[in-house]
Each structure stands twice: as C-alpha cells, then as structure tokens.
C-alpha cells in the first residue's frame, strides 16, 4: 500500500462514524475523569493532526464542538494554559503543513460585505473618545481583530474551502454532530449533578454550577439539528425536547426564557414543513402540555433556584445598570460609540482578569461600543444573512438558520456573538454552510417532506 492509498483510508476514517464515536468516548471520559484542561490540550493537538492528514472540514468540525463541550468547565484556568505553551508552535507547524498539502482558498460569499462593515465598524469604535491604554490592550486588541478582520479572513477562506461533498449528505452528518454535542452536554450534566449529590438532600433541584450560559447556549445551537434528523427519523424529534429540559437543568436564565422559545419555532417549523409527522407533532404537543399542566408544581419547586434569581432585582441589577451605561456610552460618542475595549463600566460589573467589561446584551453592544457605525454594520450584515438564507431555502439551511436565531436570542442577556470562539467563528461558517453545502440531493429534501415523502 503506498502513501497515496494510506492517506486516502485515513481521510474515508475522519469522515466515518467511527471516528466520530471515539471522538464522543473519549471526551466523556474526559468529562469523568476531571481531565477537561488536559483533555482541551489533547483535542487541540488531535485537531491540529487532522488538519495536517485532511481538507475536509467536517472532522475538524467535530473536534471543535466536542471539544468546546467540555472546556466551557474550565473555570479560571487562563494561567494553568499557559504552563501548556509548547502547544502553540506544534499547531504552528501542523498548520504550515496542512497549508502545504492544501492550497488555501479564499472567495467572496454572499456575507462578504456585511463582515467587511462590521469589522471596520470593530476597528473605529471608540475613535475620539477611547484612550490610547484601552484601545491597545492586549486584551482589546485581540477582541478587535477576532472579532473583526479575523472573521473576515475565515469566512473568506471557509467560502472558497466549504462545499457539499459527494461522499455523505453534509447536511445530515452536521445535524448527526450537533445531537451527539446534546449527548455529550448531557453526561457534562450527569457528571456535575452527580458529584454535587450532598446538595440535593431535600430532593430534586437545580445545581449552581459556574458554566450554565456556556452550557445552555451549546445546547440551543444544537436543538434545531434534533428535529432535521426527526425528519427522516422521528425518534430525534424527542431529543429535541429533551434538549430543553436539559436547557433547564443548566440552570440558565436566559435558557429558560429564550429556550422554550427556540423549543417553539423548531415545533411549528417541523409541524409547517413535515406533513409525513404532522398528527404526531399534534399529539406530542397535546400530551406535552396536559403533563406541564398535570405537574406544573413539581416543575416550579424544582426550577425555584432559577426562577428566584430570575425574579430578585438584585440578580438583574447589573445588566439593568449596563444598558442604562449603553445609552450614556452611546450619547457619549455617538458615532464611533466608546469602543469594546472601554473599561469605564467595572464599577457596575467588574469583569475577570483578562477580561473586558460586556454589556452582556448584543443590541446594548453595538450601539453602546460602535455607534450608529455598528447599527449600521450589523443591520446590514444581518440583512445579507436573511438574503442568503432566502437565495437558498432548503431544509437543512432553515435548520441551521433557526440555529442562528437562537444565539442571536442568548446573546440579548450575554456576550454571544461577541464571543470570537466558538460562537462567532460557528455563526460565521454558518453562512458559508447555507451558500454551499447542499448537494442536489439536499435541495430536493424540503419539497419531499412537504410532500409528506421519507426524505
């Protein structure tokens, strides 16, 4: 067998299954064992291997979301990483050579405009008002590039890198990736509850723990990909549910509240477009609601830790005062706003190490830290991803829209999409993904199941 043969089984591996379930073992095993800093070193290395062996996006894809499963648990581990220093100029060179084998390609998507706004809209806010020490923090200038001209360079080279492949449905496989990221949160989950038992001595409730945003947010990024999958087989439309009462058990407020939302759309989606599972969309629905209805009290005594904190002025305090700063940060310098690097917002949340102070709500961001710079740029940029979607209508691609609807929602009470990783780096390949990753075969999947046709 020669190079060329060996390569190719290696490639046909990081496509299979089988590499998806060692994937999923071994960061449960990883979660078990209390590993999550090793085992985020460990990923990340196996990450830069399969970049060096592959061009295919789906693999590394899969390392990426499992991967940020379990290191959402690393609570202040910043300086614990950077013991883990030899790591970068290994993925250096494994990245090198990826770029080798394979030419990079870069294109101008449908998206390329509206990121072009937002990143110039990134780079100018504060112009006039922030002081030189804010704008040129390390920590300032690394959000202003990740979340600017970064994202343009990726999605450029992910427009002229992403395509649909002959080989398996891209669709499919990404939606068999996102529900195995719900299994994966949910042994996060088991393992948190489990080794927090002492807490639960008077019965059954919700469990603080540090990573419940993180947590609840992965978990609505992957709910629509349940109900892609129910599509064909219905038994995934149950995990979807599933997904929201995992959503609860994180915790999360704005899970909660903006779950059962996104719960809501996928529901009337799959009842609007499915017609093959209509009645049974209609029952579960019906059932769903006489048992909430039936066991509404053991529902509220159980989720009183996070309906208490949703409730106390004092948990809401903070991010009240931080929109009421967002307007005053806006009249401030209206044009340019204050600039995402401004760090006069502490004294109301006084942010970690590292860290820059968020207003912790995507509208409050724009405007408060670019101006009607930003209003402009991102109401354009989200403009053109209705346009895409639009140009592209098919199943997976209002899937994986309804996806994005749903950070777009978390990110009304957290950073969200000002989060360059994983968040935004997902939202911007999402759109790549609409525009092109569907083969004629997906295309055809939404008029079949309207049809009331087995896709």
Same mark, same amino acid.
């Given at each position: 067998m020669n190079r060329g043969e060996i390569l190719e089984k290696i490639k046909k591996f990081l496509i299979s299954d089988w590499f998806t379930v060692i994937l999923l073992v071994s =960061? =449960?095993?990883v979660v078990f064992s209390g590993s999550e800093i090793i085992g985020t070193i460990i990923f990340v290395l196996t990450f830069g291997v399969t970049m060096a062996l592959t061009n295919d996006w789906m693999p590394l894809l899969q390392i990426i979301m499992f991967t940020t499963c379990f290191a959402i648990r690393c609570k202040n581990s910043f300086s614990t990483f950077l013991?883990?220093?030899?790591?970068? #100029? $290994? %993925?250096?060179? @494994?990245i090198v050579i990826h770029f080798v084998r394979f030419k990079a390609k870069f294109s101008k998507g449908m998206c390329f405009k509206g990121i072009l706004a937002t990143s110039l809209a990134v780079t100018l806010g504060g112009v006039g008002i922030i002081t030189f020490k804010e704008y040129f923090f390390y920590t300032s200038i690394f959000n202003v590039f990740m979340l600017g001209f970064a994202m343009l360079i990726i999605y450029s080279y992910m427009s002229g890198t992403?395509? =649909?492949s002959n080989e398996y449905s891209f669709g499919e496989k990404f939606s068999k990736m996102m529900v195995c990221v719900i299994c994966l949160l949910a042994v996060c989950l088991f393992e948190e509850y489990f080794s927090n038992r002492e807490l639960l001595t008077d019965g059954f409730e919700i469990v603080p723990f540090q990573w419940r945003n993180n947590g609840a947010t992965m978990l609505m990024l992957a709910m629509p990909f349940a109900f892609y999958l129910s599509a064909k087989d219905f038994g995934f439309f149950f995990l979807g549910i599933l997904?929201?009462? @995992? !959503? +609860? *058990? &994180?915790?999360s407020r704005g899970g909660m509240l903006f779950g059962i939302v996104e719960l809501i759309i996928c529901i009337v989606a799959m009842f609007v477009l499915d017609k093959r599972h209509r009645p049974a969309i209609a029952a579960i629905v019906g059932v769903a609601l006489v048992m909430t209805a039936l066991t509404y009290r053991t529902w509220i005594d159980m989720?009183?830790? &996070? @309906?208490?904190?949703l409730i106390d002025p004092d948990e809401n305090s903070i991010r009240l005062q931080l929109i009421s700063r967002g307007i005053e940060d806006f009249k401030a310098n209206p044009i340019f706003g204050r600039g995402i690097g401004y760090m006069g917002n502490r004294d109301v949340h006084k942010s970690a190490d590292f860290a820059l102070c968020w207003y912790h709500c995507s509208p409050v961001q724009i405007f408060g830290s670019f101006g009607v710079c930003g209003i402009a740029a991102y109401g354009y940029l989200i403009y053109l991803r209705i346009k895409t @979607?639009?140009?592209? +209508? &098919? *199943?997976?691609?209002? !899937? $994986?829209?309804?996806?994005y609807i749903g950070l777009e929602l978390m990110s009304l009470v957290n950073p969200g999409i000002f989060a360059p990783? #994983?968040? +935004?780096?997902? $939202? &911007? !390949?999402? *759109?790549? %993904? !609409?525009?092109k990753c569907n083969n004629d075969a997906d295309k055809k999947v939404l008029s079949k199941i309207m049809k009331g046709e087995k896709p």
């Open positions: =960061a =449960a095993g013991g883990y220093w030899w790591v970068v #100029p $290994i %993925m250096v060179v @494994l992403l395509k =649909a997904d929201y009462v @995992l !959503i +609860l *058990f &994180t915790g989720m009183s830790y &996070t @309906l208490l904190r @979607l639009h140009r592209n +209508l &098919t *199943f997976f691609n209002i !899937i $994986i829209f309804i996806s990783f #994983p968040y +935004l780096f997902l $939202i &911007t !390949i999402y *759109f790549v %993904m !609409i525009e």
